[in-house]
Nanobody, 125 residues
Framework: QVQLVESGGGLVQAGGSLRLSCAAS????????MGWFRQAPGKEREFVAT????????HYADSVKARFAISRDNANNTMYLYMYGLKPEDTAVYYC??????????????????WGQGTQVTVSS
């Protein structure tokens, strides 16, 4: 079993920045690709970013490309999402997730086996 706990969400003005963290326990994350998703009220959960197990390859949704950066610290079993230039449309609950299958870029929620409980990000205009 893997437990994932997100933190770092909050209320920020448009144009501001936040850093989300995802701390893992129960299993070392260094063997797995991981990702961030978000879900706004009344909308489906959507892909934000993913990172391979080494941290050498990343992939982003077009809506956040050049504004968000995903990274990981395998030594500390933690993944991060740096968010810059935040917009009101970035308001959502942000979730981290772990993919048990190696060798793919997973952008669909169904491809991820483990999820955190989410952290709220609210961007005011």
């Amino acid at each position: 079993q893997v437990q994932l706990v997100e933190s770092g969400g909050g209320l920020v003005q448009a144009g501001g920045s936040l850093r989300l963290s995802c701390a893992a326990s129960g299993r070392t994350i260094s063997s797995y690709n991981m990702g961030w998703f978000r879900q706004a009220p009344g909308k489906e959960r959507e892909f934000v970013a993913t990172i391979d197990r080494s941290g050498g390859s990343t992939h982003y949704a077009d809506s956040v490309k050049a504004r968000f950066a995903i990274s990981r610290d395998n030594a500390n079993n933690t993944m991060y999402l740096y968010m810059y230039g935040l917009k009101p449309e970035d308001t959502a609950v942000y979730y981290c997730a772990l993919d048990l299958q190696y060798g793919r870029v997973a952008v669909h929620p169904a491809e991820y086996a483990y999820w955190g409980q989410g952290t709220q990000v609210t961007v005011s205009s």
